[in-house]
């Protein structure tokens, strides 16, 4: 069978993309507020036979401390990620429910258990986004000693990763017998205890949840930095990434797929998605209407505020029609002139690059008939820089209606991508392997070699 794209779907907390989408008059302006509009929004993703939803979460609001830039942020507000994915797990059978977790300011038992529960609770459909966080607001609610500067960040979460994996592998798949009649409700010599101590954390285990259906859940990223991206080519299956440029897209997924040959993985264990905006309909004219539309709601002063607050550095202090001034790194970002090499390549001045990122943060952008998107979305994933897409609405319902209606059959009719699930799981959807348990992986090692060994 051809190979095939797989396509997830990110969201902002509060639905919409787009940094002022829900003020289009057909958004969904308050799902921050109801999980109805989730359940839709989920259920209309299913039936375009989508991988799996993913949603960005932020522990603290960014922006505090600019009542005009906060008062219009509508991503500062949404719900707990792990109680909304539970809830749309009881509306939805086959789509993936990836959440964002961050490893700065949680514990790994506390996510392994939460973790290992949603897996359970969705038939084997959960994912995890692993974040360290880049807000600096989230230390004044988590933790007394500060932000952690960028490299701590990363060192911490790739312990955090191997302590949930440890967790997750605390009982073998036949472990729990259920014997009503002897009393033995485990069997003894299929647990182990973690045990492990480190220099961020110590867990004896075992979990108090039995393992993950799929073995464990999903495992998506999306850092670009050095660590990052060693991150992702070591542990990450599904690889989230800013590339507007075929050309640096085509670079950055051979050079993931080579780092993750180095830790003895196979490029196939690892899904490229990166983002994209698509604003699609019946002729080039409509869909650049679409588009128009969000734009002349964003003001270039609120544009300037709002990439301030991203980046962590006031903007304004620089003249809005000159050039794009050096990004300078910070707590927020630790490359930030990633986000500009789009606009450097399009000679955008600040306030140009301002609008852009209110409705792009940077990422691909395709406008057009549905013949003319999937041309590109074709040429990108036949020339090897992605395995599909990550899909970012600026405007739910109306962006992901648009994909599903008039985008997906064109690329069901080129055999691009499935008209039916293949399976139950994530993992058999994304078509990744599942994992052996601890007991059968040691098993095979001494199989393997016992056979060199011959």
């Not at 300037?304 to 990004?327: F, Q």
């Not at 707590?331 to 450097?344: D, G, I, S, V």
Request: aromatic fraction near 10%; include cysteine.
């Amino acid at each position: 069978m051809p190979k095939q794209m797989n396509i997830s779907v990110f969201l902002m907390s509060d639905g919409n993309y787009h940094t002022v989408g829900w003020r289009h008059p057909k958004a969904f302006k308050d799902a921050a507020f109801d999980i109805g509009r989730w359940v839709t929004l989920a259920q209309t993703m299913e039936r375009g036979k989508l991988d799996m939803l993913f949603v960005a979460d932020f522990p603290s609001a960014i922006g505090v401390d600019d009542p005009v830039a906060f008062a219009g942020i509508a991503r500062n507000f949404g719900f707990e990620p792990f109680t909304l994915m539970s809830a749309l797990s009881m509306a939805t059978k086959h789509l993936g429910l990836t959440l964002t977790a961050n490893t700065t300011w949680y514990e790994p038992y506390t996510i392994a258990r939460m973790l290992a529960s949603l897996d359970r609770i969705s038939g084997g459909r959960a994912g995890w986004n692993v974040v360290t966080g880049r807000n600096p607001e989230d230390a004044l609610n988590y933790r007394e000693e500060g932000f952690l500067e960028h490299d701590r960040r990363y060192e911490r979460a790739e312990e955090f990763v191997d302590v949930c994996f440890g967790l997750w592998d605390s009982f073998d798949d036949d472990a729990f017998v259920l014997e009503q009649d002897t009393g033995r409700y485990l069997h003894p010599e299929r647990y182990r205890l973690l045990n492990h101590r480190g220099p961020h954390f110590a867990v004896k285990g075992p979990l108090n949840v039995p393992r993950p259906m799929q073995g464990r859940p999903v495992i998506v990223q999306a850092g670009q930095s050095g660590p990052g991206m060693n991150l992702a080519a070591r542990v990450a299956e599904v690889v989230f990434t800013n590339q507007p440029l075929l050309e640096e897209a085509k670079a950055f997924y051979r050079d993931l797929k080579a780092r993750a040959v180095t830790f003895g993985r196979s490029p196939d264990d690892i899904k490229v998605l990166p983002g994209i905006h698509i604003y699609v309909g019946e002729t080039r004219e409509i869909a650049r209407r679409k588009l128009d539309e969000l734009q002349e709601f964003v003001s270039t002063e609120f544009a300037i505020k709002a990439l301030s607050a991203l980046l962590g550095e006031d903007m304004s202090a620089y003249p809005s029609e000159g050039p794009v001034p050096e990004l300078k790194p910070s707590k927020m970002f630790n490359n930030p002139e990633h986000l500009a090499r789009q606009a450097r390549a399009e000679n955008m001045n600040l306030r140009q690059f301002a609008l852009h990122v209110a409705n792009t943060k940077a990422h691909n952008i395709v406008i057009g008939t549905p013949t003319e998107v999937c041309d590109v979305l074709e040429k990108w994933f036949k020339e090897e820089a992605c395995d599909g897409f990550s899909l970012m609405p600026g405007m739910v319902p109306g962006g992901l209606d648009d994909f599903v209606d008039l985008v997906t059959p064109e690329l069901q009719r080129r055999g691009l991508f499935r008209r039916e699930y293949e399976g139950k799981t994530l993992r058999e959807n994304l078509g990744l392997a599942r994992p052996a348990d601890a007991r059968r992986r040691l098993v095979g090692q001494a199989k393997e070699q016992g056979a060199l060994h011959a």
